[in-house]
């Protein structure tokens, strides 16, 4: 059963067996691409003495890989033939470390940078190059760079964060695949060249043997449009709140290295596209299988590997109601964390796609407890937003708690398909 889910699944038979299946559950659980590992151990077998001699196995780390020579050459030189070369980095990108040299390779580069949802902070926001996040169903400006580009540079990028499909529909686009492992190829991933090892050290490689001086000027201007856009947005009043102006207020609450973990959700798009981040592992979002219920735990778990950093979980009211018995867990581990819940009192995301695809919404509206209330409740902290000045002192107020705190926060998603039509409108444009 667990075999289809699992990187490797063992059942431990014989007492001795243990030290070696627990040690390679754990390196395979770790080595690229990390995953869950599974180890059966029937009651039986766990009655029974380890023999004496039998000691825990030592973990060994494993030594770096450094890509091949011709393979770095052969990128240098797609890339100094290119004429609009873009980078496409994923969240191998974070695993790997390799957020600065990713950074310092742009700058020299002048290429332009996008990353996906899973990568956010590859490259900080306010560095030039920093196309922001790719990801939600609708083109957007990223969606504008990527097709102008002649190359696509994709680093620490699997097709499962993004589907090719989504930026290479004719399968025209020439790659290079920089990350640790082979590629995972379909129809219209098919790199040019794969230089495999490890990331910043193939970047550096790449960087030493290839030069670019021309300004990525498409994409500037591009990005231009983008932060005035979202600028627009800092002073809007409106009640119930836009969900860029509580982004932006997000963003001013929390420090550069301060974490946010995304629910699964229209909110989810909203923190994709309006909540950029200086640093990698600073918004953490579920993506793929993308389950809703992750944030309030994965708050717990942030805040107990950093107790000294600011955490908050944004979700929307349907995955808040998944998983808010873990408030419990959080209360009985004291993990003060701070959740925001985007209320709608429906499944927002899935209405956005009822109303995008058949202009009309069923069965997803559903009534919310009294969040404040419930709260106080379970022996937290609960308040209310009424107006729009008022989340960020909330924000700043829900920060200094020694408990955990839930911000009932009233969201106006008839943003959601407005910004549809906005950038359909948009794609003409640019
Ligand atoms: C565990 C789980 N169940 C169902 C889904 C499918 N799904 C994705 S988004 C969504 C609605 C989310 O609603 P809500 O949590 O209120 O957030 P909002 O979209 O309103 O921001 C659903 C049902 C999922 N991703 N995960």
Not at 7 to 19: L, N
Not at 266 to 272: R, S, Y
Request: charged share 25%; proline share 6%; net charge neutral.
């Amino acid at each position: 059963m667990f075999e289809p889910i699992t990187k490797r699944s063992k059942m431990v038979v014989r007492p001795d067996t243990i030290g070696e299946i627990v040690r390679l559950a754990f390196k395979y659980a770790e080595n690229e691409k990390p995953g869950a590992t599974h180890i059966d151990l029937p009651v039986n077998i766990a009655k029974m003495p380890v023999p004496e001699h039998e000691k825990p196995l030592k973990k060994k780390i494993a030594p770096k890989e450094y890509a091949e020579l011709d393979t770095v050459q052969d990128a240098a030189g797609l890339i100094f033939q290119a004429k609009n070369p873009v980078i496409l980095a994923g969240s191998g990108v974070v695993r790997g470390h390799a957020a600065q040299a990713l950074t310092e390779f742009a700058m020299k580069l002048k290429i332009p940078v996008i990353n996906t949802m899973m990568a956010k902070g590859v490259i900080p926001l306010d560095n030039k190059y920093s196309m922001w996040t790719v990801g939600i169903p609708q083109k957007d400006y990223q969606n504008k760079i990527l097709e102008e580009a002649d190359l696509v540079i994709a680093v620490g990028y699997d097709i499962v964060e993004y589907a090719p499909a989504k930026w290479n529909p004719e399968g025209k686009v020439q790659i290079i695949h920089v990350d640790m492992r082979p590629a995972h190829i379909n129809k219209l991933y098919q790199p040019e060249v794969e230089v495999v090892g490890d990331i910043s050290d193939s970047l550096l490689q790449i960087g030493r043997r290839t030069a670019r001086h021309q300004e990525p000027e498409k994409a500037l201007e591009i990005k231009a449009c983008m932060v005035a856009e979202h600028e627009s947005y800092a002073g809007d009043t409106s009640f119930p709140m836009k969900p860029q102006r509580i982004l932006q207020d997000v963003r001013k609450v929390m420090g550069k290295d301060d974490i946010v973990i995304s629910d699964v959700g229209a909110h989810k798009m909203w923190i994709a596209r309006h909540y950029q981040c200086y640093e990698p592992n600073t918004c953490i979002i579920s993506n793929g299988f993308a389950t809703m219920g992750i944030s309030v735990p994965g708050a717990i778990g942030a805040r107990l590997v950093y107790p000294d950093k600011k955490i908050l979980a944004i979700c929307g009211d349907g995955g808040f109601m998944m998983n808010c018995q873990e408030f419990e867990t959080a209360l009985r581990a004291k993990t003060p964390f701070v959740t925001l819940i985007f209320n709608d009192s429906s499944y927002g995301l899935i209405k956005w796609k009822q109303m995008d695809q058949y202009h009309k919404n069923c069965y997803v509206d559903f009534t919310n407890p009294d969040f404040v209330k419930f709260a106080e409740s379970m022996g937290a902290i609960g308040y209310r937003i009424e107006k729009a000045e008022d989340l960020v002192p909330t924000l700043e107020k829900a920060f200094q708690q020694k408990v955990p705190v839930i911000i009932d926060c009233p969201v106006d998603y008839s943003e959601n398909t407005k910004l549809t039509a906005h950038l359909e409108e948009l794609m003409k444009e640019l």
